[in-house]
């Protein structure tokens, strides 16, 4: 029975042969994939305790589990881009109550919380990271913390 391929279209570009992923089994049990970039690489939250970024690279299909910024105790990857650049979401408890803060991998051993690189509003802070274009335009969240209301940003990259 032949393969199916997957093609991927781009204006001005055409068409391009996407690589195989893996399938379902091959993901160990205990990881939540939960990005994909076109040449395979996998993004997501490994199911340790507390739960932790990773990396699933699709040339060798080994998996890093990704830094936490300082006071960080839990974190998640949502999306991956074409430059490896990762966005997601880590936090910390204060006095009880969670802090999430947005962050961003440019590479998979260098973190940043994107709060450093914006400014905000006294009460507010980036807190998640859901997806990210090839550019590096971040889409996130920003939220009051005298409301708990989050509502959406785009990030553009400078």
Same mark, same amino acid.
């Given at each position: 029975? $032949?393969? $199916?391929?997957? !093609?991927?279209?781009?204006?001005? *570009? ?5 690589? /195989? ?8 049990? %205990? ?12 993004? %997501? /939250?490994?199911?340790?305790? $507390?739960?932790?970024? !990773? ?35 880590? %936090?910390?408890?204060? *006095? %009880? ?8 991998? *440019? ?39 005298? /409301?708990?209301?989050? *509502? ?7």
């Amino acid at each position: 029975m $032949p393969v $199916p391929l997957r !093609f991927e279209w781009r204006v001005g *570009r055409g068409a391009n042969v996407l690589p /195989t992923l893996l399938s379902v089994s091959e993901i160990p049990l %205990g990881y939540r994939a939960i990005g994909v970039n076109a040449i395979g690489d996998i993004v %997501g /939250t490994a199911a340790t305790s $507390p739960a932790r970024p !990773f990396l699933l690279a699709s040339t060798d299909l080994s998996i890093q589990l990704l830094p936490l910024i300082s006071k960080a105790t839990w974190g998640d990857a949502s999306a991956i881009n074409e430059l490896g650049e990762i966005v997601g979401t880590q %936090g910390y408890l204060v *006095r %009880g109550q969670s802090v999430a803060r947005a962050v961003l991998w *440019r590479t998979p051993s260098s973190v940043v919380d994107l709060n450093s690189l914006v400014s905000l509003g006294k009460s507010e802070s980036l807190s998640i990271a859901w997806d990210l274009n090839d550019a590096g335009d971040i889409i996130a969240g920003i939220e009051n913390s005298s /409301t708990s209301v989050i *509502r959406g940003c785009i990030l553009v990259k400078q």
